[in-house]
C-alpha cells in the first residue's frame, strides 16, 4: 500500500523559516514534488526533484528561498522553507510520480500525502 506521509506544518512569522517532510513507502517512485493551496486557489506547483538525479526545479515565487531535497536512505523528501512571507500561507501537499522525471503538473502525480497547514503571520 503507498503511503506519503507528511510532517507537521505550523505557524511561523514572516521571515521565519519551517521544514517539511514527506515520507513514502509502498512502492519506488521516479520523482517528488511538493504543491500547495490556499483558500479559494487552485493547488498549484512549488517544487520538484526527481531520485535519480536529484536535480531540482522551483516555482518562480519560491526561488531562492525554498529548497527540496530527499533522503535515500529515508525514501524522504523535504521541503525546506526560508524567508517564509504571508503570501506562502496554504495547505502544502507532497505528491509522488511513477515515471516522470519531475513535473510541474497536479496531472502527473499519482499519489498524494494528507496535506499539512502552514500560516506565515505579518
Known amino acids: 500500500q503507498v503511503q506519503l506521509v507528511e510532517s507537521e506544518g505550523g505557524l511561523v512569522q514572516a521571515g521565519g523559516s519551517l521544514r517539511l517532510s514527506c515520507a513514502a513507502s509502498?512502492?519506488?517512485?521516479?520523482?517528488m514534488g511538493w504543491f500547495r493551496q490556499a483558500p479559494g486557489k487552485e493547488r498549484e506547483f512549488v517544487a520538484t526533484?526527481?531520485?535519480?538525479?536529484?536535480?531540482?526545479s522551483y516555482a518562480d515565487s519560491v526561488r531562492g528561498r525554498f529548497i527540496i531535497f530527499i533522503n535515500n536512505a529515508k525514501n524522504t523528501v523535504y521541503l525546506q522553507m526560508n524567508t517564509l512571507e504571508p503570501e506562502d500561507t496554504a495547505v502544502y501537499y507532497c505528491?509522488?510520480?511513477?515515471?516522470?522525471?519531475?513535473?510541474?503538473?497536479?496531472?502527473?502525480?499519482?499519489?498524494w500525502g494528507q496535506g499539512t497547514q502552514v500560516t506565515v503571520s505579518s
Open positions: 505528491a509522488a510520480d511513477e515515471g516522470g522525471w519531475g513535473s510541474r503538473s497536479v496531472l502527473d502525480y499519482e499519489y
Open positions: 509502498g512502492r519506488t517512485f521516479s520523482a
Open positions: 526533484v526527481a531520485w535519480r538525479h536529484g536535480i531540482p
